[in-house]
Structures are given as C-alpha cells and as structure tokens.
C-alpha cells in the first residue's frame, strides 16, 4: 500500500527512500477513509466470534453494549473501561435512594455499535 504513503529522503542518508504513513493526496483520502470503514464494519463480525470463543473457553462473557439496571431506568450513565465499575457503585447507591438511574456500558468502540446502543438507551428520559 505504499501509493498512499510519502516518500521523502532522510537528511542523515540522502540516497535512501523511507516511506511515512501520515500523508495523503487529497484525491486519494476519501478513497482511502471509505475503504477503512467498510474494512472496519466487517471487523465487527470477527470481533464478536471470539468474544464467543473466549465466552465459551473461560465463561465470560462480553457484549458491544452491556447494561446494567437499565430495566426501569429513567437516567442511565455512559461509561467505557474501568470506570464502569466504579460507576456500578454509584448506580446501586442511587438506586438504594429510590433514584431509577442505570448503566451503559460501552466494550466495543470501533466499530462503534451504533444499533446496540439505541436500543439500551431508548427507553431513557435523560
């Protein structure tokens, strides 16, 4: 793929080529983001086979968007990595306090599971 990578000359070897992958004509990025994200969608499909796998093999468990006491949730909180955990502490408290308030978590970013995540925050009010 080196049709989208600049070719420049190193200042301490002059004679030698080195290629650098942050540079894009303009005419070839569109071409370029487009191919990366139908690349990318298919990634999902992957991604979830061997979260299957890993399921399967250690009896854990993952979903792109996981929720937690959403069932009557009226406020839900968004969160992604350890935080969550912490959030779910939070989320039990409030609960304790007659609040109805649940958790989204987020675990898979990209392709970021757009379907999944309307329908856990489709019955929220805030």
Not at 30 to 35: E, L, V
Not at 44 to 63: C, D, I, M, Q, T
Not at 91 to 115: M, S
């Amino acid at each position: 793929m080196l049709s989208c990578l600049q070719q420049i000359s190193v200042p301490s070897a002059p004679f030698e080529t080195c290629y650098h992958g942050c540079f894009r004509r303009a005419d070839y990025l569109h071409r370029s983001k487009k191919a990366q994200e139908v690349h990318l969608e298919s990634c999902k499909k992957v991604v979830l086979e061997h979260w299957a796998s890993f399921g399967r093999a250690f009896n854990r468990h993952y979903l792109p968007i996981e929720c937690y006491r959403c069932d009557d949730a009226e406020t839900m909180l968004l969160t992604m990595g350890s935080f969550s955990e912490t959030a779910m502490t939070a989320v039990d408290k409030l609960r304790t306090q007659g609040k109805k308030i649940g958790l989204v978590r987020i675990r898979l970013w990209r392709p970021f599971p757009f379907e999944e995540f309307r329908q856990a925050v489709s019955q929220a009010k805030h």
